[in-house]
Every structure is written in structure tokens, then in C-alpha cells.
């Protein structure tokens, strides 16, 4: 397995190759760099429909609730392929695979920009479900390659600021953008994105050696303690009921009395803006009191949410609500990713891929039941409903604190 020898500052990080043989590691922020606007593209194409739905499903169509399947469809394949993409390319060099992967991307999003129909958006997406948790499985590993152990959890506080990112800039500027020139061209600027962020990948990411594997049988070894088991049930119901309510979340304010579309992109700003700040915030608390931001984060996400619910007579209400939101989530990446560092850290490669599938896992459920509920019930049933999922994840995942290592991974 590929560990990081240096502890200090100025010493290079070395690693050790499926080979046995130990090489010196270049400066690795440049590839962090990267990552970060990969992420950033893929999670833009991930959550673009947030903002579009009723477009989408006005041109198809079809009800809101089916369209935000398209959420379901792209999560549900990540689910198979965020564990498993390490054991099927066991000796594949990890730049490569990433590259192959934001390939798939830019396919899917072109795809999506010229559909004639749901059915092959569907399929689009789908692709798109790979490209993601492809990414995502690789990237805790591959940012332990590239910088010091000690460093470990703010190179993952810099690539998750592309999550963050992109809620800030990137979806709620599609709602603008789709505001005036439709939804597809939104997927047709997502696509150029991808291209540009191909190619910046390409030349700043360094050679990554892929890390030595047991396989499919290490994710099976990592499952069995009770830990990790625990905690993934916890953060999949969190997860679950965040991404219930946030699909619909431009559906919600549409019924907010005083929004219009620009102040609606201008609300996704603002619940950006807090998921930038909880990001930031997050790699320094989680690296240093873990047990407190397991119970404050999933807090946080509630109270933003369940103050969404009741305040749809109040836009000063709601826009206090998604700062809420947008902080306790924006935290959650690095959280979740610092908590299975020390719940397995000699098997950070598989433990981050089952992370992964977790997360997919929980957004195509918490899609689908939020996209059941809408057409049966009402937006705010959505929303409460959620908000409860969020508390009880958030109180499982919190249980688990005692059971952690003291240092991270390595």
C-alpha cells in the first residue's frame, strides 16, 4: 500500500509502489489544484438539475418529481462504481484513470445539451454517475500521494472547496443562465467547463502509482467493523435527507411569496456562500475536535432545512435558513472524509470508494423519496421529513466517535 513518509514541512513525501520501490514525490499542491477543479466540474454536472427541473421537466414533459430522478439515475450507478473502481484498474496509474474518467464527463454533459428525450438524458447521466464516483473513490488516495500525512486534511479541505465552489458559482449561475437561454445551454457551458479542467488536470497532475489492493475482499474486511458499518448507515441517512430536500430546493422557493428567478439564484448564492464557509471551517475542526463536528454538522443541516420548511411567507426567513444549510453541509465532505481516515486508516483507498458509494447511495434515495412526496404530498412534508432523516444520520454517525483512531491516515 502507498504511505507518506514525511511528517514535516520540508521534507518530500515518498511512496512505495506496488513494486516495492520507493520514489520521492514532487510538490503535489499543483495536482491538488487540480483535483479540486475536477471536482468542481463534476459536482456542477452532478447538481445542475437542482436548478433546472422545471424547466426540464416543462420541455420533456413530465412531472418535477420524475425529472429530479435524473439525480436518482446518476448516483445509483456511482454506487457500484465508487467501491469498485480501484479493484477493476488495480495497476492502472491513477492520473490516467482520472483523466479516462472526466472524459466520460464531458460525453455525458454533451449528451445531455442535445437530448430529444428524458429516456437518453437518463442514460446520460448515468455515465456521468461513473465519471463521478470514479473520481471521488480516488481522491482521499490520491491526495495522501501528494502532500505529507500531516497536511492530509487541508489538501482534502482545498479539493473540497470545488464542492463548495460549485454551489457557490456554478448552479446557481445555471439558474440565471437557464433564466434566459434555456436549460441545454446550460449543459453546453458545463461542457466546455469539463474541457478546460481536462487540461489543466493533464498538465498539473503528477504520475500517481496505484496503491496496492486485496481487491474486492479488502471491502468486505473494511465493512466488518462494526465502526465503519455503523457510521456509513449514519452518514447514508444523513446524506439522504439533505439531498431529499435540496433536489427540490428551487421547486420550494418558487413557493416562497416575494422571490422571483433572480433573487431564487441569488438564495443558491447565498446557500453557497455558507457551504464555502463550513468547508473552510471544517478542515480546521474536524482535524482537531472530530467528536464535536460529528454532532454539530448534521445540527446545522437541520435547523437550515426544517427553517426553510416554515418560512415560505418570509424570504429573509428562507435566506437565513440556507446559510444554515449551506454551512452545516459545505462541512460534511471533509468531516465524513476525516472520520474514515481514522475509522481505517491503513485502508484509505477502499474505505474512501465505500464512502463514496454511501454517498451515492444515500442522494439516489433521498432523490427518489423526496421525489415521491412531492407528487404525493406537499414541498414542505419534503423538507420536514428530511430534516428528521438529517437529525437521526447525524446522531448514528456521532456514536462512533469513541471507536476512532487519535492520528489520520497515512
Known sequence: MTSTASVSVTETPTTTTTTGTTTPVRSGWPGVIALMVAIFTLVTSEFLPASL????ASDFGITEGVAGQVVTATALVGLVAGPTMG?????????RLLVGLLVLALLSNLLTAVAPSYALVVVARLVLGISIAGTWSMALAVS???VPADKLGRAMSVVNLGVAGATVAAVPLGALISSFAGWRAVFWAVSAATALAIVLFV???PSVPARASGGLRTLVDVLRSRVVLLGLIGLAVLVAGHFGSYTFIRTAAEGVSGLTPATIAVLLAVYGVGGLVGNLLSGLVADR????????VPVLVAAGIVTFSVSTGSPFGVFVAVALWGIGFGAVPTTSQTWISRAEPRRVEAAGGLVVAT?????????ALGGVLLDTTSVRTVFL?????VVLGGALLA????????????
Do not use: E, Y
Not at 479493484?87 to 492520473?95: A, E, G, Y
Open 87 to 95: 479493484p477493476l484498474f488495480p495497476n492502472l496509474d491513477r492520473k
Open 385 to 389: 421529513a428530511g430534516g428528521v432523516a
Open 53 to 56: 427541473l422545471p424547466l426540464m
Open 144 to 146: 495522501s500521494h501528494l
Open 359 to 367: 454517498f451515492q447511495l444515500a442522494i439516489a434515495l433521498g432523490a
Open 203 to 205: 498538465v498539473l497532475m
Open 289 to 296: 475536535h472530530l467528536g464535536l463536528a460529528l454532532m454539530a
Open 399 to 410: 456514536s462512533t466517535r469513541r471507536g476512532l483512531s487519535a492520528t489520520p491516515a497515512s
